[in-house]
């Protein structure tokens, strides 16, 4: 069964310090990967995807993420955390098309002045 | 505009009442998905739809039920079987199946008192 990890639950950074927020994804077979974000009573936006080509992937608002198959991760990271990324954090993992998406806990990332 | 609208924003109910949220996308998508969203939790699926007239149960769809008489809308009617109705639920719909990114609406937030 596939599963995804979001180790963990709040992160807390300094605006303009790295942000990190770690997933880890279990499966046999190649994923797609997701990274979603959520704002206060909001639906969700996606941030970046990653469906197999280049193992470093580009989002929105100055995310990235790198798939890293032989760590089974795929980890989010921005260089510089302003205050406006402060929300929920959402890993999603897709194994082939017809499967449906396995949503990681989440990750709240609050970020301080 | 395109995207997915979900009527209404807030809404409250007393127990005992069914009750239907509404999920309607001008994307021109096939497929379309009712989530159930928890505090401090991910998304669960509740159910699915691939095409019109056709759909499909998610990971708790007991309490709830669903029709798909019109490609554009997916309405989700929480019955008086769901134990713990209250819960902020979130449509979304896709070009196809799974391994596609998933578009959002803003969300319901439901209170059963």
Same mark, same amino acid.
């Given at each position: ?14 605006? %303009? ?9 279990? !499966?046999?077979? /190649?994923?797609? $990967?997701?990274?979603?974000?959520? =704002? ?18 580009? %989002? ?9 198959? !032989?760590?089974? /991760?795929?980890? $989010?990271?921005?260089?510089?955390? =302003? ?31 | ?113």
């Amino acid at each position: 069964a596939q599963s995804v990890t979001q180790l963990d639950s709040h992160v807390s950074v300094s605006e %303009g310090t790295p942000v990190l927020l770690r997933c880890n994804y279990s !499966s046999s077979y /190649s994923p797609s $990967l997701f990274w979603y974000v959520q =704002h206060p009573n909001k639906g969700l936006q996606l941030l970046l995807k990653y469906t197999s080509a280049a193992t470093l992937v580009k %989002g929105i608002n100055g995310f990235e993420a790198e798939f890293k198959k !032989s760590e089974t /991760s795929f980890h $989010l990271t921005k260089p510089s955390a =302003h205050m406006s990324d402060a929300a929920e954090y959402f890993c999603v993992v897709s194994f082939n098309a017809g499967n449906m998406l396995t949503f990681g806990g989440g990750t709240r990332l609050m970020v301080k002045p | 505009d395109g995207g997915i609208t979900q009527s209404p924003k807030y809404l409250f109910r007393k127990e005992g009442q069914n009750v239907t949220l509404s999920c309607e996308q001008n994307l021109n998508h096939d497929a379309m998905y009712w989530y159930r969203q928890d505090p401090g939790q991910g998304l669960r699926l509740i159910y699915y739809s691939q095409i019109v007239n056709d759909f499909q149960k998610g990971d708790i769809a007991e309490g709830y039920s669903v029709s798909r008489e019109k490609k554009e809308s997916f309405p989700l009617t929480v019955t008086s079987a769901q134990k713990n109705p209250t819960a902020f639920y979130l449509c979304a719909s896709s070009n196809e199946v799974g391994g596609f990114e998933q578009y959002f609406g803003p969300g319901t937030r439901l209170t059963v008192t």
